[in-house]
């Protein structure tokens, strides 16, 4: 059996959060203050035995803020487990779990498993029944806000069931347990479903046969290992049983000879005559006991544990091994401990906090895929800044978390992505999951941590992207939170379906040439437009009611529509004269930049292919300054991806930028004066509507209408 679920309601910023977790090494990915730490707490509340939770250190901050007023509310955590053997089947605690009867609605609407081997465990902390009936019985909106004023935090209960089948994170099945409370409303305790809720559990009993370990961000190490019930204790706690007897009596027999040798050194026994002696002194013969001082080393072979430490071979101590090394070692021995406790509990789960702290690179990798050897009789949950780490990680056991204010979303990158594979894109040979896998690599990081994304076919795009956006509007993509991929190709369904409702809920803006023809032009190509044209076609099918996916086009390709823009051809030119040595050749290109579609056209490739369209991108960019102008399907692209962090800091950082180089000395000081006096939301707000009213045709302005446009 393992854990497949986790659904935590009301707890700290995790309002409706639901967790999937496989065998094996999972990871759950976010940025600060997302939750991770919140949602590895929960786990803990309910299923660990050294986490000490109870009604006494309930606290307010423990309920969601997005809730406002917590009184009435509960706070719902649950652990699905699935897979369970029919050995486990056969253990008293796994009955009490199984649903006696499977729920179906429930199955198909939330589980979505392919067998009914399962158990639940949940915890409720909500007010005690009184409270809830008092609720329940109010006959006025009035009445009710006065009994709820009165709600402490002493007036909540734990509740710890079983067998429950209910989706909580759904807000009408919460309603139903609970009630309507913001209307008023309470659900009367008298009519419980314990088809819902569950029966109630002796939470002790689970508590002995689950073990959760938990190696925290700040963990010292060293501590732990001195502590009395450290992984080697445990880990001869479990052994000695299989101690011969013949060891254990010769142990016993050079144990006390040891004693006999300790007690029989002069000095030793030196000390207990002077001790005699003194107390002759001070109570006189009659009175004073008779002392002596011995070694009275226990012979207790299960007391030796105590005694028993680890050396590395190099060094006479381990305390001077490094944090990363020590930290190492502490994960090693907590493993060996549970698989050899693993006949005595039914499942282990180990908790890491930023295993990345203080380990090199590489180490973190191979420990990442080591874990995986673990899977018979240890689960891990990991939480992690590190891209190293994301890079490695299975997509199907990752769990990422996106914060929006107050409240944490809980994201699965590869929920019904195979799914979408075999459906959608006809993929027979391999699933789209192990595609992504293979197909991403090292760009994995930038897809699960970037607040939105942008996808392009080719290094020029790459390149030049990044510098016209910092270039021309004083923010880099990184600020904004963006992450750039090349795919290298046109096959952008590939990583664009991983942005989705039932996914990744961030926005994805795809940015491809449609190779429209020009007239007369020898280089374009009617088969490379119908190419352009049916690429178009295929992406609107695929994520046209996908509000987090959108496609932007370029009409020619980006070198050319580069160059359509008058003002960019300066930038041009000077690549022109870096690139060629013959003046007639110069001369000739740059005649052509300047003149009809057609003969632009073919300069502008026949330069960018003599060079390498992608080193042709960076030599254009070391020209390119704050007066190059975007073509508006990048602009649209960038905005699009930019929808959740274009909040008013950046606005003002951008639009400062952009100002400082006006060349209109009156309406620049007008506009930097009242930039100055902007101390409130709603002067902040003026300043970047009078920016755009002033300067329409400005890079910035284009790029914050258009974001205003798609609601961010």
């Known amino acids: 059996m393992y854990l497949k679920y986790m659904q935590i309601v009301n707890y700290k910023n995790l309002k409706r959060a639901c967790f999937k977790f496989d065998k094996g090494a999972n990871t759950i990915i976010g940025e600060n203050d997302s939750g991770k730490s919140n949602a590895m707490a929960a786990l803990r509340i309910l299923l660990d035995d050294t986490y000490y ?9 423990d309920f969601s803020d997005a809730l406002g007023d917590w009184r009435g509310h509960w706070i719902i955590l649950s652990a699905y487990f699935d897979e369970i053997s029919s050995e486990e089947k056969s253990h008293e605690i796994c009955k009490d779990i199984i649903p006696e009867k499977e729920n179906e609605d429930f199955l198909k609407s939330y589980i979505r498993c392919e067998n009914f081997n399962y158990g639940v465990v949940t915890l409720f902390i909500r007010p005690r029944k009184a409270v809830r009936k008092a609720l329940f019985e109010a006959k006025t909106n009035t009445e009710f806000d006065v009994i709820r004023k009165t709600i402490k935090l002493t007036d909540y209960e734990f509740v710890y069931t079983s067998r429950s089948q209910l989706d909580f994170t759904k807000e009408h099945n919460y309603k139903h347990l609970v009630g309507d409370i913001d209307a008023g409303l309470y ?19 689970i508590w002995k046969h689950v073990s959760v370990v938990c190696i925290d961000a700040l963990r010292d190490v060293e501590a732990e290992m001195r502590k009395p019930k450290n992984p080697i204790k445990r880990i001869f706690d479990v052994i000695q049983s299989e101690i011969v007897d013949g060891d254990i009596n010769n142990i016993k027999g050079k144990i006390k000879e040891l004693n006999e040798a300790i007690s029989n ?7 207990g005559r002077r001790i005699n002696g003194k107390l002759n002194e001070m109570i006189g013969m009659i009175y004073s006991p008779d002392i002596t001082l011995e070694s009275r080393m226990k012979e207790d072979i299960s007391t030796l544990s105590k005694y028993l430490t680890m050396l590395p071979a190099d060094k006479q101590d381990i305390d001077l091994l490094g944090l990363g090394h020590l930290n190492m070692l502490y994960v090693a021995l907590k493993l060996v401990e549970f698989e050899l406790n693993r006949n005595q509990e039914l499942i282990n789960i180990m908790i890491l906090e930023e295993p990345e702290a203080h380990i090199h690179t590489h180490i973190q990798k191979t420990l990442f895929n080591n874990l995986q050897v673990s899977v018979e009789y240890t689960q891990v949950l990991m939480t992690t800044h590190s891209t190293h780490l994301s890079e490695v990680a299975d997509i199907t056991k990752v769990n990422v978390l996106k914060g929006d204010q107050n409240i944490s979303k809980v994201m699965q990158p590869a929920n019904g992505l ?28 930038v897809l699960l941590f970037s607040k939105g994304v942008i996808l392009v076919e080719g290094d020029g795009e790459e390149i030049l992207i990044p510098s016209l956006v ?16 090349n795919i290298g190709s046109v096959a952008f369904e590939n990583v664009a379906c991983v942005f989705d409702p039932l996914r990744l809920q961030r926005y994805c803006a795809i940015i491809t040439d449609l190779d429209q023809i020009i007239p007369e032009a020898g280089k374009c190509s009617k088969e490379a437009a119908d190419r352009g044209k049916s690429r178009k076609e295929k992406l609107a099918n695929l994520f046209g009611s996908n509000p987090y996916v959108d496609s932007f086009y370029a009409p020619y390709t980006l070198e050319v529509d580069f160059a359509n823009e008058k003002d960019n051809r300066e930038f041009i030119e000077n690549v022109i004269e870096n690139h060629y040595k013959d003046e007639a050749t110069i001369k000739r290109h740059k005649a052509n930049l300047n003149g009809n579609e057609k003969d632009r056209y073919d300069t502008v490739l026949t330069v960018a292919k003599s060079i390498g369209k992608g080193w042709y991108a960076t030599i254009l960019s070391g020209y390119i300054d704050e007066r190059a102008i975007i073509p508006d399907y990048i602009i649209n692209a960038v905005a699009f991806a930019s929808r959740e962090v274009m909040k008013m800091p950046i606005k003002l950082k951008m639009a400062c930028y952009s100002l400082n180089e006006y060349i209109d000395f009156e309406k620049k000081l007008q506009l930097q004066e009242q930039y100055k006096m902007a101390n409130t939301e709603e002067k902040k707000n003026q300043f970047i509507k009078d920016f755009c009213n002033e300067f329409p045709q400005d890079i910035v302005t284009r790029f914050l209408i258009k974001v205003e446009e798609y609601g961010a």
């Open 53 to 61: 939770y109870n009604p006494k250190r309930l606290k307010e901050s």
């Open 470 to 485: 910092k270039k021309t509007m004083g923010v880099s993509l990184d600020e904004l939170g963006i992450g750039l991929i």
């Open 187 to 205: 659900a009367n305790p008298e009519l419980e479903n314990i088809n819902l809720t569950g029966g109630k559990l002796d939470i002790l009993e």
């Open 418 to 445: 195979d799914e979408f594979g075999k459906n959608n894109l006809k993929l027979k040979d391999l699933t789209l999951t192990k595609c992504l896998e293979r197909y991403l690599d090292a760009k994995r990081s």
């Open 265 to 271: 050194v002069d000095q030793v026994s030196g000390i």
